[in-house]
């Protein structure tokens, strides 16, 4: 993880000096103490329109072109929230008045962490996906592309996020707690093989700091 966290800092091709890799390592201990992890996840048919998807049992729809290319190979997709909790937002709060540069670091083993989390959510679910054949597509989520951060309220409302994890939505569409994900994930058979969303995809690319440097 202490890659990643670096990769967020800016240290893409470079090794940070001892004491910027003092503070990583201890505010990665901090966080490993601080996130309280909680996820929650629900499986739904899709129903496949022009432009646009539903999903069965619910009135979530799936807009824009680039999730409908996403799921366009499946049936069935994922639905998954994912939360550190509470804590880790307050503590970066803290820091931000009191040392800014330990709250940034902070803020990137956040960011890396939530990451691990959700792979962890994922790896989990796809052991029981292989018994039936099946696997799951990478994961994309709200304000990727052209698939609306809008959507976010309307999201946590479909699996009740907000009963079981605590998570909330702020009129501008930003999850409460912040090191928070929602994202949709795709059931496909074993075999089939899909190119797997880059940078490019999201609609912050060429102002996000934490861009892996595609071309």
């Given at each position: 993880?202490?890659?990643e966290v670096?990769r967020?800092?800016?240290?893409?091709?470079?090794?940070?000096?001892e004491?910027?890799?003092?503070?990583?390592?201890?505010?990665?201990?901090?966080?490993?103490g601080?996130?309280?992890?909680r996820?929650?996840h629900r499986?739904?048919?899709?129903?496949?329109?022009?432009?646009?998807l539903?999903?069965?049992?619910?009135?979530?729809?799936?807009?824009?072109?680039?999730?409908?290319?996403?799921?366009?190979?499946?049936?069935?997709?994922l639905?998954?929230?994912?939360?550190?909790?509470?804590?880790?937002?307050?503590?970066?709060?803290?820091?931000?008045?009191?040392?800014?540069?330990?709250?940034?670091?902070?803020?990137?083993?956040?960011t890396?962490?939530?990451?691990?989390?959700?792979?962890n959510?994922?790896?989990?679910?796809?052991?029981?996906?292989?018994?039936?054949?099946?696997?799951?597509t990478?994961?994309?989520?709200?304000?990727y592309?052209?698939?609306?951060?809008?959507?976010?309220?309307?999201f946590?409302?479909?699996?009740?996020?907000d009963?079981?994890?605590?998570?909330?939505?702020t009129?501008?569409?930003?999850?409460?707690p912040?090191k928070s994900?929602?994202?949709?994930a795709?059931?496909?058979?074993?075999?089939?093989?899909?190119?797997?969303?880059?940078?490019?995809?999201?609609?912050?690319y060429?102002?996000?700091h934490?861009?892996?440097?595609?071309e």
């Amino acid at each position: 993880m202490k890659q990643e966290v670096l990769r967020y800092l800016g240290y893409n091709n470079q090794l940070p000096d001892e004491k910027t890799s003092v503070l990583v390592d201890s505010c990665l201990e901090e966080i490993a103490g601080l996130a309280e992890v909680r996820s929650t996840h629900r499986f739904y048919e899709i129903k496949k329109a022009e432009g646009y998807l539903a999903l069965k049992g619910t009135n979530l729809i799936l807009a824009g072109t680039d999730i409908t290319r996403h799921l366009a190979h499946s049936s069935v997709c994922l639905l998954m929230a994912v939360t550190l909790g509470h804590k880790v937002d307050c503590k970066i709060r803290y820091y931000q008045k009191t040392d800014f540069s330990r709250a940034l670091v902070l803020d990137a083993c956040a960011t890396a962490a939530i990451e691990e989390a959700c792979n962890n959510v994922v790896q989990d679910l796809a052991q029981d996906l292989l018994k039936a054949g099946q696997k799951l597509t990478t994961r994309y989520s709200p304000g990727y592309g052209d698939f609306p951060l809008e959507i976010q309220s309307r999201f946590v409302e479909t699996i009740e996020a907000d009963r079981s994890i605590g998570l909330t939505v702020t009129s501008a569409s930003i999850l409460i707690p912040r090191k928070s994900v929602t994202a949709v994930a795709g059931v496909i058979d074993l075999d089939q093989d899909l190119t797997p969303p880059t940078c490019l995809d999201c609609r912050q690319y060429g102002q996000c700091h934490y861009s892996k440097g595609v071309e």
